[in-house]
């Protein structure tokens, strides 16, 4: 069994998870909903929503969107699900043209 890591995240990385933590706990509080409330539906613990909502960025990425959504918080644009379904297909449009295989590119030394 691997140890577990004491994972650091960059400073923008702890900053999208912190906002997006306090827009969902907005969401929840605009909505008069409390953290029980939203917990048993998002079928989560209290303990795991006070998390998201602090910005743990340890916090399971499809729990976070569900609760999300939940509230009301739009991901990825003003649009909701409309603009998100058209992203993923015009990003599959263009991993399409892209090459299946990536290979990294070796460093020649071309100093004699």
């Known amino acids: 069994m691997a140890s577990p890591v004491n994972r650091t995240y960059l400073r923008q990385t702890r900053d ?3 906002l ?5 706990r907005l969401g929840r509080k605009e909505r008069k909903m409390t953290e029980e409330e939203l917990s048993g539906r998002a079928g989560i613990s209290r303990r795991t929503l006070q998390k998201i ?6 916090c399971e990425i499809g729990l976070v969107f569900e609760v999300a959504n939940l509230v009301g918080v739009s991901l990825f644009g003003d649009e909701g699900n409309a603009n998100i379904s058209r992203n993923i297909s015009r990003i599959n449009d263009k991993l ?17």
């Open 16 to 18: 999208a998870a912190e």
């Open 20 to 24: 997006l933590g306090k827009l969902i």
């Open 53 to 58: 909502e602090r910005g743990d960025p340890k």
């Open 96 to 112: 399409a043209l892209l090459p299946q295989l990536v290979r990294s590119t070796v460093k020649v030394n071309d100093e004699f």
